[in-house]
C-alpha cells in the first residue's frame, strides 16, 4: 500500500535529516567520560576477592554488550540486502552507523587480548598450569593457546571492519552519487557476506564467552548469542530512532509503520531467543554429560539461580506477552520503552552467561563491589560505543537520501 500523494523527498542537506547538535555534542563527553567511568568500573573490580580476573570478566561483559549490538546491526544491513527490502531504507541508516563503530570496538578489545598473552589464567583457565594437567589439555590447547586466539580475533575483526565498512561506505557514497549500480553491489555481495558473519559470530561466541569454562561445550551457543545479538541491535535501533525523533528530526521519513515493524522483528527475536534458550538447555540436560551440565549447574548454585528465573520470566515471557499487542507495536513510545528494556535483559543475559566464572562463590553480587564494578563497566563501555557512534553520525545523513528504495519506504504502510 502507499500514500495517494507523491512523496517529495528532502535536500540531503535539509536541517531534519542531519544529527540534532545537542547529540553531535556529546560525542566527545561521551567518550572522554566513558573512558573513565570504564576505568573506575575496573578497578573497582579489582578491589573484589577474585581481584584482576573478576575485573577483566566485568570488562569482557560491557565489551560484550557492545559487541553484540554492533554485530547484530551489521547482520541486520547485510539481510537487508540480501532481501532487497524496501520498508526499512529508512532505519537503515541508524543500523549502519552502529555497525560503523567497529574499529572503536576493535580498540577495546585489546585489554582482552593482553590479558590472554600476559595474564595467564586471569580471564581464561585454559590459561592454567590446572588446565594443561588435564587429559584433554593436550588436544584442546591446539585450539586454546594465545596465537591462536589472537589469529581468529584479528580474522574476526578484520572481516566485519571490512564488512561494515564496504556496505556502510557503499551507502555513503550513493548519498553523494545515487548511483543504483551501488545497491546492486550490494546485494549481490550480501549472500557472501552472510556466510562470512556466520562463520565469523560463531567464532567470537566460542572465544570469548564459551572457552571462560573450556571443558564445556554447545554447538548451539553461537546462535544463542547470535539472537541476543540482533534482538539488541534492533532495539537500540528503536531507541536511537526515537531519540532523534524527539529532537525534531526524520519525522516524515520514519512513520508508525516502520516503529511497527521493528516491534514485530524484536517480537520474532525474543520468540528465538526463547527457543534456542531453552533447545540448548533441554538438549544438555537430557543427555547428561557431566563435562557439559557443569556450565548449567553453576548457574543454579549462590544465587544464580535466581538471574536464570529472571531471564525466564522478564527476558522471554513479560514482553513477550506485551510484545503481542499489535496496538503496542504501534506505539512509537511503547516500543521505544520496550527497547530499553530488553537492552537492559540483555546485558543481564550476557552478565548470566559469562560472570558466574569469575568465582563459584561470590554470586551475582560479587560482594557488593562486584556488581557496582560490573554496572559501571557496562555504563562506561556504551557510553564510549555511543560516543563514538554520535561522531559518525555526524558526517552523514540520519537516512540514506538517496537510495532507490526510499520512496518505497517512506510510503511503506502495514496491511
Known amino acids: 500500500m502507499s500514500h495517494s500523494e507523491p512523496i517529495k523527498l528532502k535536500a540531503p542537506d535539509h536541517e531534519s535529516l542531519q544529527l540534532p547538535a ?49 554485530l547484530g546491526s551489521l547482520f541486520f544491513v547485510i539481510i537487508q540486502h540480501l ?49 594443561h594437567e588435564l587429559e584433554v589439555a593436550e588436544a584442546k590447547s591446539l585450539y586454546l593457546n594465545p596465537l591462536f586466539f589472537t589469529v581468529r580475533a584479528v580474522f574476526c575483526f578484520g572481516a566485519w571492519i571490512l ?6 561506505g557503499m551507502s555513503k557514497r550513493q548519498d553523494e552519487t545515487g548511483e543504483v549500480k551501488l545497491t546492486e553491489k550490494m546485494q549481490f555481495w550480501s549472500g557472501p557476506a ?4 556466520g562463520l565469523t559470530a560463531s567464532i567470537a561466541a566460542f572465544d570469548w564467552i564459551m572457552s571462560l569454562a573450556p571443558l564445556w561445550f554447545s554447538t548451539m551457543f553461537g546462535v544463542y548469542i547470535f539472537a541476543g545479538s540482533v534482538l539488541s541491535s534492533l532495539a537500540a535501533c528503536t531507541v536511537l530512532v526515537y531519540w532523534f525523533q524527539s529532537q525534531g528530526k526524520v519525522k516524515d521519513e520514519i512513520t508508525v509503520e516502520h516503529y511497527h515493524d521493528l516491534g514485530k522483528l524484536i517480537f520474532g527475536f525474543i520468540v528465538f531467543w526463547a527457543y534456542i534458550s531453552f533447545s540448548q538447555y533441554m538438549l544438555i540436560w537430557y543427555a547428561n554429560i557431566p563435562e557439559e551440565t557443569e556450565w548449567f549447574f553453576l548457574r543454579q548454585e549462590h544465587g544464580w539461580a535466581t538471574i536464570s528465573i529472571i531471564l ?37 543475559d550476557l552478565f548470566w552467561s559469562i560472570m558466574p566464572q569469575a568465582s563459584e562463590t561470590l554470586g551475582p553480587s560479587g560482594g557488593g563491589l562486584g556488581m557496582l564494578s560490573v554496572i559501571l563497566c557496562g555504563v562506561g563501555m556504551t557510553a564510549l560505543y555511543l560516543g563514538g557512534v554520535f561522531k559518525l553520525a555526524a558526517d552523514v545523513p540520519l537516512i540514506p537520501v538517496r537510495d532507490p528504495r526510499l520512496v518505497e519506504s517512506i510510503a511503506f504502510e502495514n496491511i
Not at 573506575?40 to 570488562?59: C, F, K, P, S
Not at 552502529?98 to 577495546?108: I, K, N, Q
Not at 564488512?163 to 556502510?168: I, V
Not at 552472510?194 to 558473519?197: N, Q, S
Request: aromatic letters at 14%.
Open 194 to 197: 552472510v556466510i562470512v558473519f
Open 83 to 131: 532481501s532487497r527490502a524496501g520498508w526499512s531504507a529508512t532505519v537503515r541508516r541508524t543500523t549502519e552507523l552502529l555497525a560503523s563503530a567497529m574499529p572503536l570496538l576493535a580498540v577495546m578489545f585489546v585489554p582482552i587480548l593482553i590479558a590472554v598473552w600476559v595474564g595467564g589464567e586471569t580471564m581464561y583457565a585454559w590459561r592454567g598450569e590446572a588446565f
Open 312 to 348: 525466564i520470566l522478564l527476558h522471554w515471557l513479560l514482553p513477550f506477552l506485551a510484545m503481542l499487542s499489535r496496538n503496542l507495536r504501534r506505539s512509537p513510545r511503547w516500543v521505544f520503552g520496550w527497547s530499553l528494556y530488553l537492552l537492559v535483559m540483555h546485558f543481564i
Open 22 to 70: 545537542s547529540m553531535a555534542n556529546l560525542a566527545l563527553p561521551l567518550l572522554g567520560g566513558g573512558g573513565l567511568v570504564l576505568l573506575i568500573g575496573w578497578a573497582i573490580g579489582t578491589a573484589t576477592e577474585e581481584g584482576v580476573r573478576y575485573a577483566m570478566l566485568a570488562y569482557l561483559s560491557a565489551f560484550m554488550f557492545c559487541i553484540t549490538v554492533s
Open 163 to 168: 564488512l561494515a565498512r564496504y556496505f556502510c
